[in-house]
């Protein structure tokens, strides 16, 4: 049979019975003629082996990818499915409000020594700077991810 009459048979392009050919998965029988029960099997052979996973090192190579490309598209679309049902928030829009609540923090802690000084007016300038300077070491502290070295 010709390479022509095969691809049909197959229902594949002629360029693909010769590139098959090439690879061993079709059977030459002559100068563009290929057998064709022997072609048919090899072929048929080639395609169970690719749906179980077991082709070659390029066709297996080229199946996981393409494997991974589906997985990726739905892990997409997953993602922008739960963003459009607000399950989802962006880490900038996270960043912007840990950042203020921290201000607000810093800002508390640092009115501490004057609003002890208000309710307890028997302490000196000197205790209150004693304060003042243990919230500023612990702020310190935290800033730089762990105690002084």
């Known amino acids: 049979m010709t390479g022509d009459e095969l691809a049909g048979l197959l229902g594949i392009a002629p360029r693909t019975i010769r590139e098959l050919a090439g690879r061993g998965l079709v059977v030459k029988a002559g100068r563009g003629r290929y057998d064709v029960a022997l072609s048919i ?3 048929c052979a080639n395609l169970r ?3 179980a996973g077991r082709a070659g090192d390029a066709q297996a190579g080229l199946t ?4 991974r490309q589906a997985k990726e598209q739905a892990d997409n679309l997953a993602l922008r499915n739960a963003e459009i049902r607000r399950e989802l928030v962006s880490a900038k829009d996270v960043a912007a409000e840990w950042s203020g609540i921290l201000r607000r923090l810093r ?4 009115a501490v020594p004057a ?6 007016l028997f302490l000196k300038q000197h205790d209150l700077a004693e ?8 702020l310190t502290e935290l800033g730089n991810d762990g105690p002084p070295a």
């Not at 996981?64 to 494997?67: I, K, L, P, Q, T």
């Not at 609003?115 to 307890?120: A, E, S, T």
């Not at 304060?131 to 612990?138: G, K, P, Q, T």
């Open 41 to 43: 099997a090899a072929y």
């Open 49 to 51: 082996e690719q749906a």
């Open 64 to 67: 996981s990818e393409r494997a």
């Open 107 to 110: 800002a508390r802690i640092l």
């Open 115 to 120: 609003r002890v000084n208000q309710r307890l």
């Open 131 to 138: 304060i003042d300077a243990e919230l500023r070491d612990a």
